[in-house]
């Protein structure tokens, strides 16, 4: 029932003015202006700023995707091979499955150089401009390939090209993550790993028409235009803002994240989560340098950073990329002419994209480390199965290895397409986030590239033995992620902070403290002294206290 119209009148000037002295209070406690947060107020708010990130995102993914599918039905297509006869397969010149194989994979080799070139310039430039050289690397490359006329010239044009891509690819998922809200996280970069495989499909379809082989190369310059267009438009990610002293534009993309004004509670536990993770950075001596990815305590950066790095060597292990990059010659293996093996190919991605959708509405129910393990088990099995089809080899059993191939995209799709960037660039802290997503991204481009490599030569050595190879490699990451890899899901980035000093103070396992639904959250008084945090600040009681732990959660609201 309301009030009546005096009765409200009478209490508006008192509301107004509890507001207003909350809001002053703030304004002293941080030490920010109104102003100057004003001034730095982004033009979208709320799920437009989301939708926006996330498009940008997606299309710098989607770019990737298209970039490792374009070559996988051009390498063998009669004008590229007439242009670069070194990538043509014969019985008179056997080497040229390893030239074959070396100009797919030789993209991955400057993946890895990008990706480790973020090492040192990530936290200088900043996430917007780190992907935006990126872009702009990749454009040129781009450029650089559609201009081939020599294999060398090409050979260059896809090494610098994928120096674009390996910075792009190790600083996007940061980004992304750093400006998503926890309850959408996960769902929010999944839709990264779709995109991906939305590009591998585009790629196939493309490579299927009739369209010279130039045409299909130079069309990835739309996605990088876009990318190094839009990305100007976005807000700076508000951790990395903080982490360089500009926190009145931290809170004002903070409150736009939220779409609530700067003085609202779970706005102002946000942003003093983030102050307590810088607080933490700056409580020992250096600014986040190498070194500090190999040290323990309770930040935990070396075990985080060896988790991370060993989720994306996985990832790729797991023979994947024998699909994307081998495609159409895996289908002509399989008895399927040259066309028949290209539309096949363009199903295959087709459904890969489709089944993408699962992890989408399922990661944040199901978790991070269940859809691991359900795709890992899965893989191992499809993998089996095509190995005992291959040694069966007749015409039934190749029909039921095409069928099996579309299998083992779906429990990729479910367990690893997206879930590496996004367990990884959750994981780090803030400290080492950007260096951890170096590493961990040039891990993955390092194992992209052994197997590329690998696997022409494998399949012409020891035929389908190979599958038995990846079938007993999948199978050993069933235990590593049971046993190591902590639950990531329904926390913010520096919830986790507060996970792995707990586990360390407490002597229990990260896995297990990780399981838990008493942990404190960031930026309370709890949380700091779990830290090992002083701040100096005054807490009142939340409204949403931590269930079963020994003190109330508390923000930073001072009084």
């Not at 990884?424 to 197997?451: D, I």
């Not at 009142?540 to 508390?554: G, I, M, N, W, Y």
């Amino acid at each position: 029932m309301s009030l009546p119209p005096t009765d409200q009148e009478k209490y508006w000037p008192s509301i107004a003015e509890k507001t207003d002295a909350v809001q002053e209070q703030i304004n002293q406690q941080f030490d920010l202006d109104p102003a100057d947060i004003a001034i730095h107020a982004p033009s979208l708010r709320g799920r437009k700023l989301t939708a926006a990130v996330a498009f940008v995102a997606g299309t710098g993914f989607t770019l990737l995707g298209y970039d490792q599918g374009v070559m996988s039905s051009l390498i063998t297509g009669n004008q590229f091979e007439a242009t670069f006869p070194e990538v043509v397969v014969e019985a008179s010149h056997p080497n040229h499955a390893t030239l074959q194989s070396f100009t797919i994979a030789i993209y991955e080799v400057g993946c890895l150089f990008g990706a480790l070139s973020n090492l040192w310039v990530g936290d200088k430039l900043g996430r917007r401009r780190t992907i935006a050289l990126g872009g702009s690397i990749m454009m040129i490359g781009a450029i650089l390939q559609t201009t081939a006329f020599s294999f060398a010239h090409l050979i260059f044009a896809r090494i610098f090209t994928g120096c674009g891509t390996g910075l792009i690819t190790s600083t996007v998922p940061t980004y992304h993550a750093e400006l998503s809200p926890s309850a959408k996280r996960g769902r929010m970069i999944m839709m990264e790993g779709t995109l991906i495989v939305a590009g591998v499909a585009i790629a196939f379809f493309v490579n299927w028409s009739s369209a010279q082989w130039r045409v299909p190369i130079s069309l990835q310059l739309v996605f990088e235009i876009i990318v190094v267009t839009c990305i100007g438009f976005l807000p700076e990610s508000p951790r990395w803002l903080v982490k360089h002293g500009r926190n009145a534009e931290a809170m004002a993309v903070i409150s736009a994240m939220e779409d609530k004004p700067s003085s609202d509670p779970e706005v102002q536990r946000t942003y003093y989560g983030i102050r307590e993770a810088v607080a933490v950075e700056t409580s020992t001596a250096g600014q986040g340098s190498l070194r500090e990815l190999i040290t323990g305590g309770r930040s935990q950066n070396f075990r985080r950073t060896v988790i991370a790095v060993v989720c994306q060597m996985m990832q790729q292990l797991t023979g994947i990329n024998l699909v994307t990059y081998y495609a159409t010659i895996l289908f002509q293996r399989l008895g399927l002419s040259d066309v028949n093996a290209r539309i096949t190919a363009a199903a295959n991605g087709t459904e890969y994209f489709l089944a993408s959708f699962i992890a989408y509405y399922a990661i944040d129910y199901v978790g991070r480390r269940q859809l691991m393990l359900i795709g890992a088990i899965g893989q191992s099995i499809v993998m089996l199965l095509l190995a005992i089809l291959g040694y069966i080899n007749n015409g039934p059993a190749q029909i039921v290895s095409v069928v099996l191939l579309f299998g083992f995209n779906t429990f990729f799709a479910i367990g690893w397409l997206g879930m590496a960037w996004l367990y990884c660039a959750e994981l780090a802290g803030l400290r080492t986030r950007a260096q951890a997503n170096a590493l961990s991204t040039a891990s993955n481009w390092t194992f992209n590239f052994v197997v590329v490599m690998v696997v022409g030569p494998s399949f012409n050595n020891i035929s389908w033995r190979t599958y038995i190879v990846f079938a007993a490699l999948n199978a050993a990451i069933v235990p590593v992620v049971y046993f190591f890899f902590p639950e990531t899901g329904g926390r913010s980035l520096e919830d986790l902070d507060v996970v792995f000093a707990l586990a360390h103070t407490t002597g229990e396992d990260p896995v297990k403290v990780s399981l838990r639904k008493d942990i404190p959250l960031a930026g309370s008084r709890e949380a700091d002294e779990i830290l090992g945090v002083s701040t100096g600040v005054q807490y009142h009681q939340a409204t949403k206290p931590s269930a079963s732990f020994s003190l109330s959660s508390e923000t930073r609201i001072p009084v």
